[in-house]
């Protein structure tokens, strides 16, 4: 059992926006800023897509944005394309130099 | 370009033991936190250990804790990652990340293409 928690699927058709949570505790979500998404594609390594918590690094479409509210935090991807069909997981800073990652969910534009 | 190259991984009977390596270029190593993360095959990632910019903080994984060492060269600008008595559940492909900030949290933005351990009888 991850340590937080993403619903398994999500899905939307092209030019469609869709979200994904991501839930943890007052713990790690809830307590600090550090929440990462990451995109991982097919036999990729992962790439960063947000840290803490909303920001992009350079060269991620502005499509992709984060937010958070309590112990929950979300991935919305706005005017989905074709090439965003990919595995998300979102990662928590847990204190004491630990990270916790969420399941993984599976993003399939239809 | 930034780089991180793992090595080390390989098949390995339950109980031996394994040293993973990660040599990295590209960026001032001394100036950032780094990581192992790990995935199972057909399943998520998951956080193993990491360790702070000049090693004064670590940590392992639950699952780990014990049995796995990390550790970091700042002259050879490399990481590692020992691994005594493993067992099937370690079965995975590791990969060397490196963290955005010299502590762990600000999210890992360079991700090595990954090292396979098999831990089979």
């Known amino acids: 059992q991850s340590a937080l928690t993403q619903p398994p699927s999500a899905s939307g058709s092209p030019g469609q926006s869709v979200t994904i949570s991501c839930t943890g505790t007052?713990?790690?979500?809830?307590?600090?800023?550090?929440v990462s998404w990451y995109q991982q594609h097919p036999g990729k390594a992962p790439k960063l897509m947000i840290y803490?918590?909303?920001k992009r690094p350079s060269g991620v479409p502005d499509r992709f944005s984060g937010s958070k509210s309590g112990n929950t935090a979300s991935l919305t991807v706005s005017g989905l394309q074709a090439e965003d069909e990919a595995e998300y997981y979102c990662s928590s800073y847990g204190g004491s130099n630990n990270l916790l990652f969420g399941g993984g969910t599976k993003l399939t534009v239809l | 370009e930034v780089q991180l190259v793992e090595s080390g991984g390989g098949s390995v009977q339950p109980g031996r033991s394994l040293r993973l390596s990660c040599a990295t270029a590209g960026f001032t190593f001394d100036d950032h936190a780094m990581h192992w993360v790990r995935q199972a095959p057909g399943k998520g990632l998951e956080w193993v250990s990491g360790i702070d910019w000049n090693s004064g903080s670590i940590a392992y994984a639950e699952s780990v804790k014990g049995r796995f060492t990390i550790s970091r060269d700042s002259a050879k600008t490399s990481l590692y990652l020992q691994m005594n008595s493993l067992r099937a559940d370690d079965t995975a492909l590791y990969y060397c990340?490196?963290?955005?900030?010299?502590?762990?949290?600000?999210?890992?933005?360079?991700w090595g293409q990954g090292t396979t351990v098999t831990v089979s009888s």
């Open positions: 803490e918590v909303n």
């Open positions: 990340v490196k963290d955005r900030g010299t502590i762990a949290g600000g999210g890992l933005d360079v």
């Open positions: 007052s713990r790690d979500v809830g307590f600090y800023k550090y």
